[in-house]
């Protein structure tokens, strides 16, 4: 499941981009998404499902480059600043076996940096950074002229096109609509993919295993030794780097005690880049050396001081809505910098302060909200938390709090009662089966781990026993051999 406009948005079938509509300097989001196709279907998370870290690096790319071309759309929007992208682009040229199945030829990592003024900038400028074609839109590129006189202005002109099928077969081209079905019509039984992979998954958890009791050695003597709450790691990284990344720190800890000395109290997770986040827990990048990461350590009186003023600027919101508590979800998206967390506060805060909202002081007490730069409008998450754009209408926000604090009450009651559900079924479910360790990735949510769960201790397949489970949304054998399984395996 993907919260994206762009991955619901391809699922429709082949369309082509309309001559018309491309020949408009400001294209609109459908005709964005029409004219990016060919890269959408280079980095679909669905063509990595063997791959899970790459998955996840095109998932959490496509959400920021989604909310990149909505905030260039806003009416009075400013340049927006350098964004930067990380994309894994699949081969999408070679070809199908006589049988219809997808040959899989690699993929390639591609990294850029986007400050387009317009969106027919930025779907040109992500074409060929990733060194697609632009074929499709040369008639913008040659005739870039005012919007049709029959059209009224401000509208945007939008007809879909779905190809028929014997297009593709004259042509030559792929149909993206077959190959994604192909993709997911592959995925075989449960059963069948445990006989088949269980023996690879049982060896390398046997290889790993003293590495695994050197991590669990490096990680416990770490915590007492710097006076950690926690040890943690954003990605999925095997267990051998992660013995390599805490021999690292216990290296520097060695060498230079005092630079070491601001890390009491705090939490450590180990990521792409250093800083502190905005749950203020100190973030050491992996590729960073030991002088950098010295002088994060130097420079953490200084973050703390940030984090309270940033808990200060929580509290004025707060006060101004209702008694409604702004959060940070940290395992719902990327890693938020305290830099990007205390400017987002900030704007909103300007926004909010001039106006007079007619909100009773506690109304919304026991409620939550998150803010997000990459919105355009306010919405209620399933698991019961408001979602509100940094620039949203101050009217239109107090409507909506308003009107949806009741339903909001509604699902986080039922949120944390599905929570406790899953807790107790996870516990039964690593008994009944014998696992060493069942988890499931955080886009996973309840409602799909509970009857995973259920349907896992009813199949009660033994090649299972004493092996390390992981729900996901695709099977794998991971490098310690860890199982990864789809919360909706086919039986």
Known sequence: MYVTTFLRYIRLGGRCVSARVLQ???????????ALRPFYFAVHPDFFGQHPREREVNENSLKRLNGYLENIQKP????????????????TKEKSDPNGSLLVSGFRSVSFTLQSKDVLSTVLDVLRSCSLSVEHMQDVLK???TKSSTQQPGTAFYRPIKWDKTYYTFTGFRDPEQELEQARRVEPTLSLWLRKNEPEATKKQNASLPHREELKRLK?????????????????????????????LSRLSTQSPEALLNLRGHIIIFTDQSGMNASGHVMLGTTDVHHQWTKLFERL??????FEQSAALKERISHLLGGIHVVHMERLGPGLTLEEHYNTLSSFLRRVSPQRLSLHPRSLQGLLMTLEN??????????????????CDTLQLQNFLQSQAHEARRRMLSKDKLEAEEEDIISSCLEDLCLRSLSKEP?????????????????????????HLCVSHFYSVMQDGDLCIPWNWKG
């Open 76 to 91: 009075g929007e400013r340049f927006p600043k350098p964004t930067n992208f990380t994309f894994y682009v699949r081969d």
């Open 220 to 248: 416990r003597e770490l915590i007492q030794k710097l006076g950690l709450l926690n040890i943690r790691w954003q990605r999925k990284w095997g267990v051998a780097h992660k013995c390599s990344q805490l021999q690292s």
């Open 143 to 145: 005739h870039e002229t």
């Open 24 to 34: 408009r300097r400001n294209l609109s989001g459908a005709d964005a998404i029409n």
């Open 301 to 306: 009186p200084s973050y703390r001081s940030l």
């Open 443 to 467: 886009s996973v949510s309840s409602n799909q781990m509970i009857p995973c769960c259920r349907r896992l201790m009813e199949e009660r397949s033994p090649q299972m026993q004493g092996l």
């Open 374 to 391: 990459d919105r355009s409008t306010p919405c209620l998450h399933e698991m019961g938390h408001f979602i509100i754009p940094t620039m």
